[in-house]
C-alpha cells in the first residue's frame, strides 16, 4: 500500500541507521521521541481523531461499561493494620473513584466507631489525586501518607493527626517510592527521600536517594542524615524498618530493580544512630527481607541458598550471614513469601506463639503454621484457589485481638475481602466482604498445565463460561513474565467480563516472574527472555490444540513489561494472534535506558552498552523486528501521557511502524494508538479504569468475533 493509499496519519521515515557492536540498527522513527516536536504533535492529534472515530464506532459498549461497572462496585476492603487499639484499613465502596482509608476505634460507649480519615476525591475532587503509601505510628495516632496528582507518581509526604483530622507537619517533596518508618512515640520518622535534581547529574534525577531521621514539625533542614559504609554507593531505592521497641533499625537497598539487596542494621539512641552494619552486599548475590521481631532476634527471609525462599534468625548483635541459623528450610514445590508472628489469645496464657507462614504453590496461595523454632504446627484453612492480598496480626498494644489473623483474600471470582483464622477454633470465616453486591458470572475455573517450546512445565489459569460452547470461542490471553513478579488468581473485573459476553479469559504463569521462585525469574530475563516469550505461545498453541480457541479468535493483552511481551509476541507470530492490546508498552528494546526510569531496569534485561547484552535485545526487541509486508494482527496501543516509567515514545514509535509495514486490511486489521492526559503508569480513577477497559474489550471483541449485546 502506498503512503497516499494509507488510512493512518502521514509519518517521516528517517534512513537512520547506526552502527552499534558490529550491528546496523535502523530507527526511522526516532523524531517520535520528542513529544514537543511538531511533527510528533500534528501526528499524535491526527492519531487522536482516527482513533476515537473507531473507538466510538465499535458495537456493544453500553453493554460492556454496564458490565464492567457492575463488576468493579463490588469494591474491596484491605486487612486491618492495627495500632493500640485503633484498626486502619482501606476501603473502595460502590460509586467511589478511588479507595478511602479508615480508622475503627472504640467510641465513647464502648462500641465500635468507624470514620473516613483520607479520602483522594475530598483531596481532589477532580480525581486527578492518587494515594501512593500510607502508614499510622507505632501508637495509632498519627499517619504519615503520600499523593500525587495526574499521575506522576512525585509523591508528596504529609503527616496527619488522627483524632483531629489535622496536618502536623508541613508537606514534603521528593518522595517517589519513599520508604516510612516511625520511631515509637510518633515523634520521629526515619524516611528515604530523592535528591535534589539541581544536586544529581543530568538524566540521573530518579536515581539518587538519602536516609533521614527527622522530627515531625520541623524544618527538614535540620534533619539528620544517616551514614554507612556502602550505603550511597550506586543504590537506587532504599526500604527502613524500626523494631517494636525502637532499639533497632535495618535498611535495605537495591540498585535499580535488581533482585539483589543490600542490608545494614543500626542501633538507635536518642537523636543519633549507631554505625550502619553490613549484613548483606550485592557481591552476595541474594534477597532479604529483615526485620527484629518482639522477641528481639533479627529475622530474615532469604534466598541465600535457597531459590523459593527459606526462614532464618540471628541476634541483632551478630547479623552477618554466618551467624545465621536456619528456621524453616526451602520448600522445593512452593515459594515462601512472607512471615508473621501469631500471639496466643489472652485466655490462653499458656499458649506459644507462632510464626504464620504465606506460601505460593504455583501461585496459589497457602498458609503454614510453624513454632519459634521452627517445627511445624499445622496450617491455615482458606477458602480455595486464590491470594493472599495481605496478612496482619494484632500489634502488641491491641492484647485483646491476639489469637487472630486477618486475611487479605481473592481468587478469580471473589472480590477482595478480609477472612479471619481463630487460633482458639482453628477455623477461618469471613471477617468482612467486599462492600458491594454483584453479580459474577457463572463460570469454570482450571489450572492447566502445558509444556513450553524447551519442555518446560509452564501453568495457566483459565475462566470459562458454564456454557461455554464446544467449539473454538474468542479467547483472550495474558501474563506478564518480568521481574519475579508473581501474577496470581485474583478478581479481575476485565476478565470476567470477557467472559460474561462468552469468551475464554487465561491467565499465563510465564517464566520470567516468581511464580516458581527465583530460579524462575532468572529463567526468563537478560538472555533467556525468549523463553517468556515461548511460554506465550506454547500457551496458545495449547489451547488453539485443546479447541479452546483458533488462531482467527485469539487475543493477547499487556501492559507494561507485559506490552514488551505482546510487542514481541506479535512480531515473532503474527499468524498465531488475531488481536493485539499492548498497554505502556517497552519496545524498543535498544534505547530503552534512555528514557525515565530505563536505566534501574537494565539488570533486567540487559544494556545496548554492552556488545553481548545488545545481542540479546536486538534478537527480540518488538520495534526492529517489524517488517514490511507482513499481515499483523489487529493492534491497539493506550498510553498514558503522565507516565513516568514507561516513556509512551516507545508505543508511538511501533504504532507509526507497524502502520508503515502492515499487509493486513486497514479497516479489519487495523493499528491504533489511544492515548490520555493527566495519568500514568499504575492508580486511575474507576471512570478512567471503565473507559479504557470498555475500549480494549471492545476492539478485541470486534477482530475476535466475540459477539456483545
Given at each position: ?41 500534528a ?6 481523531q ?11 459498549r ?56 483520607l ?7 477532580d ?27 512525585n ?25 516510612v ?12 527521600r ?19 531521621r ?28 524500626v ?78 550471614r ?21 500471639e496466643?489469645?489472652?485466655d ?14 504455583h501461585a ?19 477458602p ?12 502488641r ?61 509452564v ?20 501474563g ?25 479469559y487465561?491467565l ?19 538472555a533467556?527472555?525468549?523463553n ?49 492490546v ?22 533486567e ?23 514490511t ?23 508511538r ?14 479497516d ?42
Amino acid at each position: 500500500m502506498s503512503s497516499a493509499d494509507s488510512p493512518y496519519p502521514p509519518a517521516e521515515r528517517l534512513d537512520l541507521v547506526e552502527r552499534l557492536h558490529g550491528h546496523d540498527v535502523a530507527d526511522p522513527y526516532r523524531w517520535l521521541e520528542d513529544p514537543a516536536d511538531p511533527r510528533t504533535v500534528a501526528w499524535s492529534a491526527a492519531q487522536d481523531q482516527l482513533t476515537a472515530a473507531r473507538l466510538t464506532a465499535l458495537p456493544g459498549r453500553d453493554g460492556l461499561a454496564t458490565r464492567l461497572r457492575g463488576l468493579l462496585d463490588a469494591g474491596s476492603v484491605s486487612a486491618p493494620l492495627w495500632r493500640a487499639g485503633r484498626a486502619f484499613l482501606v476501603r473502595r465502596s460502590p460509586g467511589q473513584e478511588h479507595a478511602v482509608v479508615l480508622v475503627r476505634e472504640p467510641g465513647p460507649d464502648g462500641t465500635t466507631v468507624e470514620r473516613v480519615l483520607l479520602d483522594p476525591v475530598a483531596l481532589d475532587p477532580d480525581g486527578l489525586t492518587t494515594l501512593d503509601a500510607w502508614v499510622p505510628d507505632l501508637e495509632g495516632r498519627r499517619l504519615a501518607y503520600q499523593v500525587s496528582r495526574g499521575g506522576d507518581e512525585n509523591s508528596v509526604l504529609h503527616v496527619m493527626d488522627v483524632a483531629s483530622g489535622e496536618l502536623v507537619e508541613k508537606p514534603i517533596d521528593r518522595c517517589r517510592y519513599a520508604d516510612v518508618a516511625w520511631l515509637p512515640g510518633g515523634e520521629e520518622i526515619v524516611f528515604v527521600r530523592k535528591v535534589a535534581n539541581d544536586d544529581v547529574p543530568a538524566g540521573e534525577e530518579n536515581l539518587h536517594r538519602r536516609i533521614w531521621r527527622h522530627r515531625i514539625g520541623t524544618d527538614t533542614s535540620t534533619d539528620v542524615l544517616l551514614e554507612g559504609p556502602g550505603l550511597y554507593e550506586g543504590h537506587s531505592y532504599y526500604g527502613v524498618r524500626v523494631s517494636r521497641d525502637g532499639r533497632w533499625l535495618v535498611v535495605t537497598a537495591n540498585v535499580g530493580t535488581a533482585r539483589r539487596d543490600s542490608v545494614w542494621i543500626a542501633s538507635l539512641d536518642g537523636r543519633g544512630t549507631g554505625e550502619l552494619v553490613p549484613l548483606l552486599t550485592q557481591d552476595d548475590d541474594v534477597q532479604a527481607v529483615p526485620w527484629v521481631e518482639r522477641d528481639g532476634l533479627l529475622y530474615v527471609l532469604t534466598t541465600d541458598g535457597a531459590p523459593r525462599w527459606r526462614l532464618c534468625v540471628t541476634e541483632p548483635e551478630r547479623p552477618q550471614r554466618e551467624h545465621w541459623r536456619e528456621l524453616v528450610p526451602e520448600d522445593p514445590e512452593s515459594v515462601l513469601e512472607a512471615v508473621r508472628r501469631l500471639e496466643p489469645a489472652p485466655d490462653d496464657p499458656g499458649g506459644e506463639p507462632l510464626l504464620v507462614l504465606a506460601r505460593a504453590r504455583h501461585a496459589v496461595a497457602e498458609l503454614a503454621l510453624h513454632a519459634l523454632d521452627g517445627t511445624p504446627r499445622g496450617t491455615v484453612p482458606l477458602p480455595g484457589t486464590g491470594s493472599v492480598s495481605g496478612l496482619t496480626v494484632a500489634d502488641r498494644d491491641t492484647p485483646a485481638e491476639h489469637g487472630r489473623l486477618w486475611i487479605g483474600w481473592t481468587d478469580l471470582v471473589t472480590p477482595y475481602q478480609v477472612q479471619r483464622y481463630d487460633r482458639a477454633t482453628g477455623r477461618t470465616v469471613l471477617a468482612e466482604a467486599a462492600p458491594g453486591e454483584v453479580d459474577v458470572p457463572d463460570v469454570h475455573t482450571e489450572q492447566v498445565e502445558f509444556a513450553s517450546a524447551d519442555g518446560t512445565t509452564v501453568r495457566m489459569f483459565v475462566i470459562r463460561p458454564a456454557d461455554a460452547p464446544a467449539g473454538p470461542v474468542p479467547t483472550l490471553v495474558t501474563g506478564y513474565g518480568g521481574f519475579g513478579i508473581t501474577r496470581e488468581p485474583a478478581y479481575t473485573p476485565t476478565a470476567l467480563t470477557w467472559v460474561a459476553a462468552g469468551g475464554v479469559y487465561a491467565l499465563v504463569s510465564l517464566r520470567g516472574g516468581g511464580e516458581e521462585g527465583e530460579a524462575w525469574h532468572l529463567a526468563g530475563n537478560r538472555a533467556n527472555k525468549q523463553n517468556v516469550f515461548d511460554d506465550l505461545h506454547s500457551a496458545c498453541e495449547r489451547l488453539v490444540a485443546d479447541g479452546v480457541t483458533s488462531p482467527d479468535r485469539l487475543a493477547i493483552t499487556g501492559g507494561s513489561n507485559g506490552g514488551l511481551l505482546v510487542g514481541a509476541a506479535l512480531t515473532q507470530r503474527p499468524d498465531l494472534y488475531r488481536a493485539v492490546v499492548c498497554s505502556a508498552p517497552l519496545l524498543d528494546m535498544v534505547r530503552y535506558e534512555e528514557f525515565s526510569l530505563g536505566r534501574t531496569w537494565n539488570d533486567e534485561y540487559g544494556t545496548a552498552a554492552d556488545p553481548t547484552e545488545l545481542g540479546w535485545l536486538l534478537s527480540y526487541s518488538p520495534y526492529h523486528h517489524v517488517h514490511t509486508g507482513t499481515t499483523y494482527p489487529a493492534v491497539l496501543f493506550t498510553v498514558f501521557e503522565s507516565d513516568t516509567r514507561v516513556d509512551p515514545l516507545h508505543a508511538r514509535k511501533m504504532c507509526a511502524a507497524l502502520q508503515h509495514a502492515t499487509a493486513g486490511d486497514p479497516d479489519t486489521r487495523p493499528v491504533l494508538i489511544r492515548r490520555e492526559t493527566d495519568v500514568g503508569h499504575a492508580g486511575r480513577s474507576i471512570s478512567r479504569t471503565v473507559a479504557l477497559a470498555v475500549d480494549q474489550l471492545a476492539f478485541l471483541a470486534a477482530h475476535t468475533g466475540l459477539e456483545l449485546t
